[in-house]
């Protein structure tokens, strides 16, 4: 296995988004736990960021090849061709197959899943995983109830055969959708239902949330399918050592953590520094709290999201033993 991720350097603090925006603070701290997230320039696009967090997973994993890159965004640099071949190419990788994955928050843990499967089908034996996003190119900067929120960042893992019960193996997954709710996050424009009144307003280029709804099943949802994970691992929740929550609101983790009855050490968090980065949101925070020592080999881990679709999924993993993370 190997890990590695990405941010953009340019850090944008809660006061540079009160400067533009009807809000403070003090309002973005204590209702969604962020102090700053890091923002990508104009010309940086989601697969520069996704190269850069590839190439450091495969430093990590110490392989100059893999089988098959999945890139996990919701932030594609053209809506076609898929922004993965693009991101193989660039890794030196040409003819490996290469394909985009859209779950949203969600598509990291979706990605892996996929990934899982055609490693245990024999069609691969080393699958690049990457999340990738440029939230800021979605984000209305204008609307204060989504730009505070998001941020820019890339995580990618390299997943490779191996034994089932060895440390890095990943368990069996737990996922679902429910496209009833298709609207709560969504781009109502610049595609197949609405491509033309999108290119006459442009606010329908933009992610439009309905924050309160999302949140209620956000707590609920990635509740359930923890629960569901760890209970297809043959794990109670008190056996889980780390939580890795998709870092959506601090507030959603500590929910989620209190209904199971899990101590807040044992849930670690980056949303301060980085935002709400999406389907780059579990390989950062898996990045991170590998770095800084809060994963440890053996621990018995829960990654587990919840996005857009609305769609959601969970899988297990004993964190593995002698990884070198790069950030
Ligand atoms: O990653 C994909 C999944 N996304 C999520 O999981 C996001 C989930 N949702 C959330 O994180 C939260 O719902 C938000 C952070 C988006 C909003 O927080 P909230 O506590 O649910 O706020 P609210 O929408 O219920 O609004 C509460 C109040 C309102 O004022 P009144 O009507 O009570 O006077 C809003 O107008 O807060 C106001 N408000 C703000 N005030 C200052 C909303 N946004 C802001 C803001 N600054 N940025």
Known sequence: MGLGSYLPPRK??????????????????????????HIADPA???SDLAVEAALRAMKSAEVEHV????????????HVPGTAPLVAHRLGLRQVPAFDLGAGCSGFVYATTVAAGLIHAGT?????????????????PADRSTAPIFGDGAGAVVLAAGRAD???????AAWGSDGEHADAIYIPGGGSRNPSRATA?????????????????????????????????????????????HQANARIS???????????????????HVGNTSA?????????????????????????????????????????IGLQVLA
């Open 166 to 172: 060895e440390p890095g193996a990943l368990g069996p």
């Open 67 to 78: 089988d098959v890159v999945i890139l996990a965004t919701a932030t594609p640099d053209h």
């Open 201 to 245: 307003d442009l606010k329908n280029r933009y992610v439009h949330m309905k924050g309160n709804e999302v949140f209620r099943h956000a707590v609920r949802r990635i509740t359930h399918v923890t629960e569901e994970s760890a209970a297809a691992a043959g794990w109670a929740i008190q056996d889980i050592d780390r939580l890795i929550v």
């Open 44 to 46: 940086t696009a989601t």
């Open 280 to 320: 780059a949101s579990i390989p950062l925070l898996l990045s991170h709290s590998a770095i800084n020592g809060q994963l440890k080999p053996r621990q018995r881990v829960v990654v587990t999201s919840f996005g857009a679709g609305f769609t959601w999924a969970a899988t297990t993993l004993l964190w593995p």
């Open 12 to 37: 944008v603090s809660n006061a540079d988004v009160a400067a533009r925006l009807d809000t403070t603070d003090e309002w973005i701290r204590t209702r969604i736990g962020i102090a700053a997230r």
């Open 124 to 140: 691969a034996s080393t699958v690049m995983v990457i999340g990738a996003e440029k939230m800021s190119a979605v984000i209305d």
């Open 254 to 272: 500590v929910a989620v953590a209190n209904t199971l009855g899990i101590p807040p050490e044992r849930v670690p968090s980056n949303i301060t």
